[in-house]
């Protein structure tokens, strides 16, 4: 007698083939959101030392302004800030500028003028700290 239909061996293989697929997709999907989360954490870390750098450079900048310069000198330093001051001939006031650390390669610069009774912001800015080199290694078409 003959058998006639599909038999038991090709629906193991199908269903074999499925299930390898299914095995796939899920390591892709698992690796794809480790990465993910990499990157969402790799945020939050700029984030987050962005704000307490900016909340640093605010409390410095709020002992600056209320001491009295002609009294009493800025300090050389506030935590593990340097404070820097240089006098402006010109505008006659006097110009303060300091980093505050954000992550290995990034930080807050600000530079503040100040005045008798005001302070004019020049510059409150991320700045990156790491020093960028030109990679040439590969040989690319520039259209010439």
């Not at 993910?36 to 962005?50: H, N, P």
């Amino acid at each position: 007698m003959g058998k006639s239909g599909i038999g038991v061996g090709s629906a193991s293989i199908v269903l074999v083939f499925a299930v390898l697929c299914l095995t796939v997709f899920s390591l892709i999907t698992f690796v794809v959101a480790g990465n993910e989360k990499a990157l969402v954490d790799a945020k939050v870390s700029l984030v987050t030392g962005y704000y307490e750098a900016d909340a640093l450079a605010e409390n410095i900048l709020a002992e600056i302004l209320i001491s009295d310069l002609a009294a009493n000198p800025l300090p050389e330093s506030v935590g593990n800030v340097d404070i820097n001051t240089q006098w402006d001939d010109e505008l006659g006031a006097e110009t303060v500028f300091f980093f505050c650390h954000i992550s290995d390669v990034k930080a807050l610069y600000v530079n503040v003028l100040i005045h008798d009774d005001s302070f004019d912001i020049l510059d409150w800015r991320m700045y990156d700290t790491d020093d960028w080199e030109f990679d040439d290694s590969i040989n690319v078409w520039t259209g010439e």
